[in-house]
């Protein structure tokens, strides 16, 4: 059983940086395509980026493109979300997601993704 745990959330203000951090263990974190999303109160869970599972490819939703970064540790089987210029829209519970992939993708599909995390609150606020 694949089990992952979220760190990091917190309260922030607008234009503040946080760092997310997800810890995997129980599968085989390097074959795995991992993935951040998002939910936001009254909302439907969304995409927020996708790191393919040797890291070499990443994809982010347009909404945090080029504020946010999805990185990730084999070693350490972790995976990362720096979000920086936060936003009070980024308000949400963030979870990481992990799915099994003989192909080496970062995968925007929800419901391509296996195992997930409990969740972080971010909130964004002035």
């Known amino acids: 059983q694949v089990h992952l745990k979220e760190s990091g959330g917190g309260s922030v203000q607008p234009g503040d940086s946080l760092g997310l951090s997800c810890a995997v263990s129980?599968?085989?974190?390097?074959?795995?395509?991992m993935g951040w999303f998002r939910q936001a109160p009254g909302g439907e869970r969304e995409f927020v980026a996708a790191?393919?599972?040797?890291?070499?490819?990443?994809y982010h939703a347009s909404s945090v493109r080029g504020r946010f970064r999805i990185s990730r540790d084999n070693v350490r089987d972790m995976v990362f979300l720096q979000m920086n210029s936060l936003k009070p829209e980024d308000t949400a519970v963030y979870y990481c997601a992990s799915k099994g992939d003989a192909r080496d993708i970062a995968s925007t599909e929800i419901a391509e993704y296996d195992y997930w995390g409990q969740g972080t609150q971010v909130t964004v606020s002035s």
């Open positions: 790191i393919s599972r040797s890291g070499y490819s990443t």
């Open positions: 129980g599968g085989t974190f390097s074959r795995d395509g």
